[in-house]
């Protein structure tokens, strides 16, 4: 629709805050602290999701029809983990520790290719959003964290204040949230 328009998206870890303002969107993991924007950008919630175990349809929680499990028994299982600077692997650590718990190390893997790839090769139970789920059909199975609740985290959208927006901007935004 905008044949003119060059979108350069970059993922992995947030640059330093002084570079923030250099980027006409960010979508992140986490939530920035007002004091580390720049004057002109803006923060909002943009979209929740649950995570979830991820595991091989073959595993026996599987086969047994299990819905959930709980960190205690997930824990003695080998996990599957992203690379340290994972959004998911941040949050799912965060959970661990906050209910007291301290996870092994098993397997350590760069993206979530490889991660579906190690968990599906029964390497380990794994982590992922609920939507990356939806999104690619993965040889998995998946079952919900902290029963009954379930384990959440909000990704946020950094942008510019509309007096600051360019036409682009102002463009994509709207095709993004008609969607």
Same mark, same amino acid.
């Given at each position: 629709?905008?044949?003119?328009?060059?979108? +350069?998206?970059?993922?992995?870890?947030?640059? &330093?805050?002084?570079?923030?303002?250099?980027? &006409?969107?960010?979508?992140?993991?986490?939530?920035?602290? %007002?004091?580390?924007?720049?004057?002109?950008?803006?923060?909002?919630?943009?979209?929740?999701?649950?995570?979830?175990?991820?595991?091989?349809?073959?595993?026996?929680?599987?086969?047994?029809?299990?819905?959930?499990?709980?960190?205690?028994?997930?824990?003695?299982?080998?996990?599957?983990?992203?690379?340290?600077?994972?959004?998911?692997?941040?949050?799912?650590?965060?959970?661990?520790?906050?209910?007291?718990?301290?996870?092994?190390?098993?397997?350590?893997?760069?993206?979530?290719? %490889?991660?579906? &790839? %190690?968990?599906?090769?029964?390497?380990?139970?794994? !982590?992922?959003?609920?939507?990356?789920?939806?999104?690619?059909?993965?040889?998995? %199975?998946?079952?919900?964290?902290?029963?009954?609740?379930?384990?959440?985290?909000?990704?946020?959208?950094?942008?510019?204040?509309?007096?600051? +927006?360019?036409?682009?901007?102002?463009?994509?935004?709207?095709?993004? !949230?008609?969607?």
């Amino acid at each position: 629709a905008y044949p003119s328009i060059q979108l +350069q998206l970059k993922t992995g870890p947030l640059p &330093d805050a002084l570079s923030l303002g250099s980027w &006409d969107l960010l979508f992140t993991e986490e939530q920035i602290a %007002a004091d580390h924007l720049p004057q002109h950008m803006e923060q909002e919630a943009w979209r929740e999701d649950e995570l979830v175990a991820i595991l091989p349809r073959d595993h026996p929680w599987v086969q047994e029809g299990r819905q959930s499990a709980r960190w205690e028994e997930i824990l003695q299982q080998p996990i599957v983990w992203r690379e340290a600077h994972s959004g998911i692997r941040r949050r799912v650590e965060a959970a661990i520790a906050h209910a007291g718990l301290c996870a092994r190390y098993s397997v350590e893997v760069t993206g979530v290719e %490889a991660l579906r &790839d %190690a968990v599906a090769a029964g390497l380990g139970i794994g !982590f992922a959003s609920v939507e990356a789920l939806d999104k690619v059909r993965w040889p998995l %199975a998946s079952l919900r964290l902290e029963p009954p609740r379930g384990l959440f985290w909000t990704l946020f959208l950094i942008r510019p204040q509309r007096d600051f +927006q360019s036409r682009a901007v102002r463009v994509f935004l709207q095709l993004l !949230f008609s969607h």
